[in-house]
Every structure is written in C-alpha cells, then in structure tokens.
C-alpha cells in the first residue's frame, strides 16, 4: 500500500502563488509516475501535472507556463509550484501517484484563488 499526504493549499489573491507538496509512503518504488490533479465545484476532476521519476513531465494546456511541477525521489515527494493563479484554479488538488497497475490519490488540498 501507498499513502500519499498533500499539503501547502490556502487562500490566495490572483496573480499570486502557492506551492503544494505530497510524500508518499510506503511501498514504493523507482518507476512510477506522480501528478496533480483538481476538482473544481461541479466539475469532473482533471488532470494538471505529471512526473515520472526520470523526470519527464506534462501539463494541461490551461497551467502551461504558469505551474511547475518536480520531485524529490529521496524523498519520494512530489511538488506543484503554481504561479499567475487565476480564478479558475480554485479547486481541490489531489495527489496522485500511478505504479504499475495501481494508483493511489491522496485526500487533497484546497487551493482557492480571490480577486
């Protein structure tokens, strides 16, 4: 099993910036890919980041140039650096962590943006 923790979510006027942290725990390995994820209210959730541990990445188009996202394998930590945050980036980000044929999500961290 894996545990994923997120932390760093608050309150934030636009155009700021906040950045997110998930550790994941227990029994990982090397191989894996970790991301971001949101749920906005009433909206599905989406996809915003991932990482594989080579450190490839992807974005949403709608984060491109705004967020970055990274990881520590050391510490089996995954981070979201968001910055230019916009309304619409207020939503709940989820951790997700996708190892062969499993994945695990954590509980999640508000992040809500105020003009």
């Known amino acids: 099993q894996v545990q994923l923790v997120e932390s760093g979510g608050g309150l934030v006027q636009a155009g700021g910036s906040l950045r997110l942290s998930c550790v994941a725990s227990?029994?990982?390995?090397?191989?894996?890919?970790m991301g971001w994820y949101r749920q906005a209210p009433g909206k599905q959730r989406a996809l915003v980041a991932t990482?594989?541990?080579?450190?490839?990445?992807y974005y949403a188009d709608s984060v491109k140039g705004r967020f970055t996202i990274s990881r520590d394998n050391a510490k089996n930590t995954v981070y979201l650096q968001m910055n230019s945050l916009k309304l619409e980036d207020t939503a709940v980000y989820c951790c997700?962590?996708?190892?062969?044929?499993?994945?695990?999500w954590g509980r999640g961290t508000q992040v809500t943006v105020s003009s």
């Open positions: 227990g029994n990982t390995f090397r191989g894996n890919i």
């Open positions: 990482i594989t541990t080579g450190g490839s990445t």
């Open positions: 997700n962590l996708q190892q062969g044929l499993n994945a695990y």
